[in-house]
């Protein structure tokens, strides 16, 4: 239940649904036993869960569908492997920009990945070479969740290469996760 909740939270899938008690329901009833499970929900199956109608339910099942698409960073960082969030990440994304290219680098490949260091490298190559890793992603891959990193958000070096930036304060015109992503494009850190 804590796994698919991590899942599908702010800043990982963002496919929270309605909540807490939804996803309790979801894994209770057996309608969901791991992350592939959400992406094969319909909509009439989850109308008889308490507060759900035949409205919420649709909702439900478009926002899960619309998580297919956020790439290869938030899939990372909602897998919640051990010892890393939404930087380190984007730190591997930027050398490993797609799932594969993660799975096949070495310990010594992911280590030298600037900021990340053994621990981590092995808490990652670990959980990618575990069978319970391989199936997670074998049954993502088959729902369509796209793995790989999109153009887009590929970090590249640039203006900021080399500097570490704070986003501080209310934005205007862009929200501050559109601000520190596009310093991250640009090399920042």
Not at 31 to 48: F, N, Q
Not at 103 to 121: D, F, K, N, R, Y
Request: charged share 30%; with cysteine.
């Amino acid at each position: 239940r804590e796994r698919i909740r991590c899942f599908a939270a702010r800043g990982a899938m963002d496919s929270e649904g309605r909540g807490d008690k939804l996803g309790e329901q979801l894994v209770a009833t057996g309608r969901v036993k791991d992350y592939a499970d959400l992406y094969a929900l319909e909509p009439e199956r989850l109308e008889s869960l308490e507060r759900m109608g035949k409205k919420s339910a649709a909702a439900l099942v478009a926002e899960i569908a619309e998580s297919r698409d956020r790439g290869l960073i938030r899939v990372r960082n909602a897998l919640g492997i051990r010892h890393g969030g939404p930087r380190v990440a984007a730190l591997l994304a930027g050398r490993f920009p797609t799932i594969d290219d993660l799975a096949a680098a070495s310990e010594e490949e992911l280590a030298a990945v600037p900021e990340i260091g053994p621990t981590i490298a092995a808490s990652v190559h670990q959980w990618l070479a575990s069978a319970y890793g391989r199936r997670t992603i074998a049954g993502l891959r088959a729902a369509g969740v796209k793995l790989d990193v999109p153009p887009a958000e590929r970090i590249e070096s640039g203006p900021h290469t080399g500097k570490t930036l704070v986003v501080t304060g209310t934005q205007e015109r862009v929200s501050r996760e559109e601000d520190e992503g596009a310093s991250r494009r640009a090399g920042g850190r």
